[in-house]
């Protein structure tokens, strides 16, 4: 076996996986390691929950695609779902996180443009991060991404983070803004908390000057960060709401969730996708709203906390360790210099972790991981620190 064939876009960890069961995955060789990442935040559920295998392999078994020209129930279900758990209106099924920002980004225009607001402008965020398709990597905000890729596509103005009167003052300079797109938690910025009352600002701004609301819930949504949706623990209703990652627990799907300004927006011929919605990927995602809601969501806080103090406990005398912080089971420990070789040194101890914005262990176990497993994570996240910290001060 061999890579010569796939282009070589990412860097990739020598590891191949063969088998996985909740928090554990398994490697070709049989063995064993705990998943402080979840494919992305995208195993909530932990790998193979058994209420999504049956969904999907039950669906498999009777339809699996159909296309839009035609109801598919099981989307119905799924965007009642949806809105029922986020308080928004109505959704549009996609199949990745990019895609469910292009569609957002496509709303924000048209609700624009139908206001007769010349060249619609919209506000994101320093150190952002949306996708890769040629808009949602023009929203993010990482010079390194974009470079190389120019011309970048126009319509867009960046604000720096957790910041609202910055993005108040930019109305100042620009009179065709439309809509502020933001993640209510940057994960792959370096998992940043803003302020308690951050979306909530937003939310009074937006309304203010007649922009849309439009927050990210790729990573921080489908319970993260301790509810269905961050931006339910906030009190806030956006506009647009876009989540990806965890709603399919592996199988790919999207949504862009609308509301109130936004909800009329889009109508027939405004936007589609083929594989969008279809019934093998809503019945998979049917399963995974349902038992993310009933059964795991509600100890997601008490475990982030138990995490959080664990690892401050662990590693309480480590001066390298500049800040330990989190919502939910999206927590971060910052060290005072990048630190990629954290990667590695936690593989050598059966830990899977990703290392993001040079320098922040980011660590996205499964919602499902248990205190004892908890207990396990912190145990072999300080001693790969050690070893780091051992590593630096011997060179
Ligand atoms: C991962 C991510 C995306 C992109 O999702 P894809 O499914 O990779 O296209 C967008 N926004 C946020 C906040 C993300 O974390």
Redesign the pocket.
Known sequence: MNDNYLMPTYARQPLNFSRGEGVWLYDTDGQAYLDGVSG??VCNLGHCHPAVTRALTRQAASLVHTSNLYRVEHQESLAAALCQVSGMARAFFCN??????EAAIKIARLYGNRRKVNTPTIVVLEN??????MA?LTATGNAKAQAGFEPLVSGFVRAPWNDVDAIRALADSHDNIVAVLV?PV???GGVRIPAPDYLARLRQLCDEKQWLLML?????GNGRTGSYFACSAAGVVPDVL?T??GLGNGF?I?ACLVSGAAEDVFGPGSHGSTYGGNPLGCATALAVVDTLTREVIPSVNAKGALLQQRLREALSGVAMVQDIRGQGLIIGVELDRDCPEIVALARDRGLLVNVTAGRVIRLLPPLVINDEEIALLVERVADAVRAFVRQQEAA
């Not at 990745?96 to 920002?101: F, I, L, R, T």
């Not at 952002?128 to 398709?133: L, N, S």
């Not at 990210?216 to 921080?220: A, G, H, K, L, P």
Request: no cysteine.
């Open positions: 992305i935040a990745s996180g990019a895609e469910a920002n952002a991060f949306h996708g890769r398709t949602t993640e940057q994960g792959e990210d819930e790729v990573q921080s876009t990806a990652k790919p999207g």
